[in-house]
T-cell receptor, first 111, second 112 residues
Framework: SQQGEEDPQALSIQEGENATMNCSYKTSINNLQWYRQNSGRGLVHLILIRSNEREKHSGRLRVTLDTSKKSSSLLITASRAADTASYFCATYPSKGGKLIFGQGTELSVKP | DGGITQSPKYLFRKEGQNVTLSCEQNLNHDAMYWYRQDPGQGLRLIYYSQIVNDFQKGDIAEGYSVSREKKESFPLTVTSAQKNPTAFYLC???????????FGSGTRLTVV
């Protein structure tokens, strides 16, 4: 069963706007990670947030984690056409095991 | 520069043929993984290895085999038993399972 589910499945915005993607999960986690995938390429690790952290920043990226709601959000501020990609959340369970990826959000940023 | 290299980028397989996908990393990572990605889908884990000479089945291991004879290398063989092998295959590595993964650029396998 899928641990992480992203919402929305697809998002289309204009350059300069902010993009927000959400991820929900079911079981308790050690950490949650966000990845970007450009079309036909491998995934690139963006940010890792641990279960005892609530917010993390990296450049134009802001990730929040609400363990009580079992959800996370990824905010990309002042989006650019180069941000067009699929974004995946992945959760690492508290009990260990393996990283579980969601289905992804396809972001399109129009110039 | 450290990284993870997958080859070939494109691979064509005839019916009943076994093919091997290469994955090499020079990051000194202990753990390595193989994922399958179908169009518009997320990643599904095929096999993973946490240490040399040891590997575990993932969620969709049937029809695939792996080896981990060296820390740097984790080749994946798609056997003739895999009935629907056409997909994008991604290899990844990490220092440990709870850390961020580094991915290769993928191999696109097509059955002809």
């Amino acid at each position: 069963s899928q641990q992480g589910e992203e919402d929305p499945q697809a998002l289309s915005i204009q350059e300069g706007e902010n993009a927000t993607m959400n991820c929900s999960y079911k079981t308790s986690i050690n950490n949650l990670q966000w990845y970007r995938q450009n079309s036909g390429r491998g995934l690139v690790h963006l940010i890792l947030i641990r279960s005892n952290e609530r917010e993390k920043h990296s450049g134009r990226l802001r990730v929040t984690l609400d363990t009580s709601k079992k959800s996370s959000s990824l905010l990309i501020t002042a989006s650019r056409a180069a941000d067009t990609a699929s974004y995946f959340c992945a959760t690492y369970p508290s009990k260990g095991g393996k990283l579980i990826f969601g289905q992804g959000t396809e972001l399109s940023v129009k110039p | 520069d450290g990284g993870i290299t997958q080859s070939p980028k494109y691979l064509f397989r005839k019916e009943g043929q076994n093919v091997t996908l290469s994955c090499e990393q020079n990051l000194n990572h202990d753990a390595m993984y193989w994922y399958r990605q179908d169009p518009g889908q997320g990643l599904r884990l095929i096999y993973y290895s946490q240490i040399v000479n040891d590997f575990q089945k993932g969620d969709i291991a049937e029809g695939y085999s792996v080896s981990r004879e060296k820390k740097e290398s984790f080749p994946l063989t798609v056997t003739s038993a895999q009935k629907n092998p056409t997909a994008f295959y991604l290899c990844a590595s990490s220092m440990g399972q709870a850390n961020g993964y580094t991915f290769g650029s993928g191999t696109r396998l097509t059955v002809v």
